[in-house]
């Protein structure tokens, strides 16, 4: 038997003709296949159809099957093309055939194959993966913005006493009464204290009349609590911690606590309600928009124009600093260190110098960087003239807070609070300073302006 071929559109394949059908070939302008018994239509279909015998030629044994002919008495079972007339001898041949007919109408109709086409479809895939990336990018901001719709501090609150319930750590009888004195709690608006740290400042002020005689000079804050985030806000509260901090100060000064309605500091729950109504009354619509109006019953993180716009509300004027890029070697921000020096110096009314420790009336301050926001409570300056920020975290557990507290751990509190410009390298900080009572017609023109809100910007 001769070995099959592959066949090309316009080609048939037949027994060996006779010597005495040539003069029928010529009638009938049909071009015989020197190599096998294949009779085509067309010279181009034949040109095609000789070049595959020539590629078949690289094995030797072909070539020797190629040159004895076949018997004229073999009958050779012919397979149909379903899109022309030719006939194949083999399922092989009649598969490569019409593979040649869809290559051919996919370069006809432009589809695939034609390299315009390639890069149509390269640019989709690309934009599918994009938009695919995309998405979870947006899912993974959710996440850590606490906008993934998976419930606020009160939800987050009961499934970390459900988990101890679970493990034993609990009994079902405390988790109800505990569950049911936070409802209490929540529906008060009032922050329970159990994370609250009293007379910190106080405390600092003690151990530098006594201590540390190596500053020529240290300024602290009006006195402050400390709050730490609880099981309920842990990893998401620290804006709202540090809010809490500003308010136990705002309520100990004079002028400020005149005007503030509310005479307690307000739990999480209750914070996030109060910003809501600041954008109800116009403050920071873009912000507004970012949360969609809603704070209530979720983790959002909330930053120093959140804070603005509390403040703004409660007829509190205040600033947001932007501490935009570094403004020394090694990525450091000596203008914030200098800019606290000035913002703690402007209580000092006489030309004398200062004395050696000063507390004054100045409510903290408002720290924010990527990820995490803390409170400034005072400064030192050192003998070499380098100075040093004194530091509030909400991520400071009360038990360490509360070192402040005792002689004998004091000295190792205040060294986890001091952070000199080599210890705060994040590309941009932002600081919110409450300044004055505004009156209502000043308030007024605060939410006007702040339809397009701005930072001050250092440098």
Avoid at 318 to 335: A, C, E, L, M, V
Wanted: with cysteine.
């Amino acid at each position: 038997m001769q070995r099959p071929h592959r066949s090309l559109p316009g080609a048939v394949m037949e027994p060996q003709l006779s010597p005495n059908s040539s003069s029928a070939l010529r009638q009938q302008k049909l071009f015989s296949c020197p190599m096998c018994a294949l009779v085509c239509s067309s010279a181009s279909v034949l040109q095609e159809h000789v070049e595959l015998h020539l590629q078949d030629q690289s094995s030797a044994e072909e070539l020797d099957a190629l040159k004895s002919p076949p018997a004229c008495n073999v009958s050779v079972r012919r397979f149909d093309c379903p899109m022309c007339s030719v006939a194949c001898s083999d399922s092989f041949s009649l598969q490569e055939h019409v593979e040649l007919h869809l290559d051919q109408g996919a370069a006809v109709n432009g589809a695939a194959g034609s390299p315009g086409s390639d890069l149509k479809l390269a640019r989709q895939l690309q934009r599918e993966e994009e938009v695919r990336q995309e998405k979870e990018e947006f899912k993974k901001l959710q996440e850590q913005f606490g906008l993934s719709g998976r419930g606020g501090y009160r939800r987050q609150m009961e499934r970390t006493m459900e988990r101890a319930v679970a493990r034993g750590l609990m009994s079902p009888t405390d988790f109800h009464c505990k569950r049911a004195e936070m409802m209490e709690t929540l529906a008060s608006g009032v922050d329970d204290g159990t994370t609250r740290t009293q007379g910190v400042v106080r405390a600092l002020y003690d151990y530098y009349q006594t201590e540390c005689r190596d500053s020529v000079h240290v300024w602290l804050s009006a006195d402050t609590d400390h709050y730490c985030s609880s099981e309920g806000d842990k990893g998401w509260g620290c804006g709202y911690r540090n809010l809490q901090i500003l308010l136990s100060s705002l309520h100990r000064i004079d002028t400020f606590s005149n005007v503030l309605q509310e005479k307690t500091v307000p739990s999480i729950p209750r914070v996030q309600s109060m910003i809501e109504e600041a954008w109800k009354e116009g403050l920071d619509p873009q912000g507004a928009s970012h949360f969609n109006q809603r704070l209530q019953g979720t983790r959002a993180w909330i930053g120093a124009t959140e804070i603005y716009a509390l403040l703004t509300s409660l007829r509190i004027r205040s600033r947001i600093i932007d501490f935009h890029t570094p403004t020394g070697p090694g990525g450091t921000h000596p203008r914030l260190f200098d800019w606290v020096k000035q913002y703690y110096c402007q209580s000092s009314t006489s030309s004398r110098l200062p004395p050696r420790l000063i507390q004054t009336s100045l409510p903290p301050l408002y720290l924010q960087h990527q990820g995490h926001s803390r409170s400034i409570v005072g400064l030192e300056q050192k003998k070499n003239g380098s100075l040093c920020l004194l530091l509030l975290d909400p991520g400071c557990s009360a038990s360490e807070a509360r070192k402040l507290l005792s002689r004998d751990t004091v000295s190792t509190a205040v060294h986890h609070m001091r952070k000199f410009p080599r210890g705060l390298k994040h590309k941009q900080y932002q600081v919110v300073a409450a300044q004055e009572v505004l009156s209502a017609e000043e308030k007024q023109i605060s939410i006007l302006s702040s339809r397009t809100l701005r930072a001050e910007r250092i440098p």
